[in-house]
């Protein structure tokens, strides 16, 4: 416990992990919000339409003329390759900031926000385990946890293409993304959780 000194003689007692967890969560919270504001970037960037965006938008594009000269709305040959940048969406319900959602498919922020935190996990226990340790011996806990952690970010990762919200590509960008994220918060994360380690020795336990 440590003693926190307060106006007219009173103290308060604060439970000694409360600051190392607090410490830990920031990293965290920065590293997630850096994740975040990378993925924005390439969003804007990019500006790559998601797989749904002609069924969303309808946009009023004709694609070439069939040989009677007639405006063609399905896809052939003589344009597949032209940029078309002047169009509006005849879904009258689609609002303006729904068609700027739908201009912003890579990388995917739910990809790349579920790897950032999958994989911060994955170290964080693959860490804080090692106290789990007694005799040389390891539990079998931390690499269950680590799989059910993968797992269940693999399959919101899948969810996002069969959704039709993304492209496997901005689902993989969104993976890379995240993956380095964690790794560069990680190389911060360690270097904290040493130093926790050392303060706070009476905190480690064992499991046999």
Sequence with gaps: MKLVHLCRGKSLQIPAWIIPAAKTMLVCFVASMANSILTDIGKNVIGRPRPNFL????????????????PNQNCDDTNRHELI????CLNSNLEASE?????????SAH????????????????????VFSHAGQRS????????CI????????LTRVSDYVHHPV???????????VALWSWTHLIELLKD???????????IT
Excluded at 55 to 70: Q, Y
Excluded at 196 to 206: R, V, Y
Aim: aromatic share 16%; net charge positive.
């Design 55 to 70: 069924a969303s938008c309808r946009p009023n594009v004709t694609f070439g003329l069939d040989p009677r000269g007639i």
């Design 85 to 88: 940048t002047q169009f509006q």
């Design 99 to 107: 068609l700027e959602d739908q201009l912003k498919s890579f990388p």
């Design 111 to 130: 990809a790349s926000f579920a790897a950032f935190m999958a994989f911060y996990l994955v170290l964080y226990l693959h860490e804080r385990f090692k």
């Design 140 to 147: 079998p806990l931390k690499p269950f946890l680590q799989l």
């Design 150 to 157: 993968l797992a269940i970010y693999w399959w919101s990762a």
């Design 170 to 180: 901005d689902v993989l960008a969104g993976l890379l993304l995240g993956a380095c």
């Design 196 to 206: 926790i380690d050392q303060t706070h020795k009476t905190l480690k336990f064992s």
